[in-house]
């Protein structure tokens, strides 16, 4: 595989010749290389092309990946560099990470552009996107400004690398923007329906790569949620999740919840975790629990659970000490 070229498919882009030259230069012996779910079977070409290149030896990490946040720091503490890919930097991780950034192929910003303006309502609006399209960013300001409309993009945040970048876990990008109504420019619904739920504004998502867009609706998941919770509601034995995960880990907030609970006459168990599953509910022997977690276990992976998983807003509410359905953010 070309170190420039695309990997899976053709559908991402790695910047391979950067890091090649950074584990040159750095006199590196041992390379850890972490790869996202959607890229793992490319490991293996990564993994040989960086052994060719470089004096340095690859271990691959077996272990799921979902997101910056998702360090294997086993494996970083038994390499002198660990590269993990397709995600941008995030603060307080090793200071032997190396992030290196996939970028999606595939342009059809143009065709999705042409179906959004239509569907916008006003001159002015927000524009966000992932860090695998930030590179489409002023193409998409420079077609909107010819089409008569100003984008607007926000600086990068306390979590985010990019102007204008949204994580699964943050939409401080779209919070802080005093606009009418947003474009997300990227694949899947999730972020997009993050966008309008921690906005409250409406959101029109282009995929540039079908060349499709869509007004998001909320409603269907708000709806699921409000489902859980009621299910919680009968629940008197509750487990708090709290994450191992550098990204996650928010052990002042597991301790808020475990409070929280009490004070209602819950019964409250805080339990540290590497990673949430289902069997470790079952186990548990609990009737509901509150992830502190990435949000995205329970709004995305709730059917997995026997027991309602809860986000820390969602019990919250539950628990009457909120009025309003809020969207969890790591902050």
């Known amino acids: 595989m070309d170190s420039q070229r695309s990997t899976d498919g053709s559908r991402y882009r790695l910047d391979l010749d950067g890091a090649i030259e950074i584990v040159k230069d750095m006199g590196i012996c041992k390379v850890g290389l972490q790869v996202p779910e959607g890229l793992k079977r490319e490991a293996q070409s990564i ?112 979590r985010t690398a990019y102007p204008g970048q949204v994580l699964g876990c943050s939409f401080q990008a779209a919070r802080s923007l005093d606009v009418p109504e947003f474009i997300f420019i990227g694949t899947g619904m999730f972020h997009p329906i993050g966008v309008a739920m921690a906005s409250g504004k409406s959101v029109v998502a282009l995929d540039p790569i079908t060349g499709e867009a869509t007004i998001v609706d909320p409603s269907p998941l708000i709806r699921r949620r409000f489902g859980s919770i009621a299910r919680a509601g009968k629940a008197c034995r509750f487990a708090v999740l709290a ?85 969890d953010e790591i902050e």
């Open 47 to 158: 993994a040989r092309l960086i052994e060719e290149r470089t004096p340095a030896k690859v271990i691959v990490s077996g272990e799921p990946c979902y997101g910056a946040c998702d360090l294997d720091l086993a494996l970083a503490c038994e390499v002198d560099l660990l590269i993990h890919v397709g995600h941008a930097r995030l603060l307080d991780e090793p200071s032997n990470v190396l992030y290196l950034e996939a970028r999606m192929v595939g342009n059809r910003l143009r065709d999705s552009l042409d179906q959004a303006i239509p569907l916008l309502k006003s001159r002015r609006v927000g524009v966000v996107t992932t860090v695998q399209h930030v590179h489409l960013l002023d193409d998409a300001l420079d077609a909107l400004s010819k089409a008569g409309l100003e984008g607007v993009i926000s600086p990068a945040g306390r």
């Open 243 to 327: 994450s191992k995960k550098p990204g996650q880990r928010r052990i002042d907030l597991c301790e808020r919840m475990m409070e929280l609970g009490r004070s209602h006459g819950k019964e409250m168990m805080l339990v540290y975790v590497d990673r949430v599953d289902p069997d470790v509910l079952i186990n548990l022997g609990v009737e509901a629990a509150v992830s502190t977690a990435c949000p995205r276990i329970a709004l995305d992976d709730a059917a997995r659970y026997n027991v309602p998983l809860l986000t820390p807003p969602e019990f919250e509410l539950l628990l009457g000490e909120r009025e309003e359905y809020k969207l």
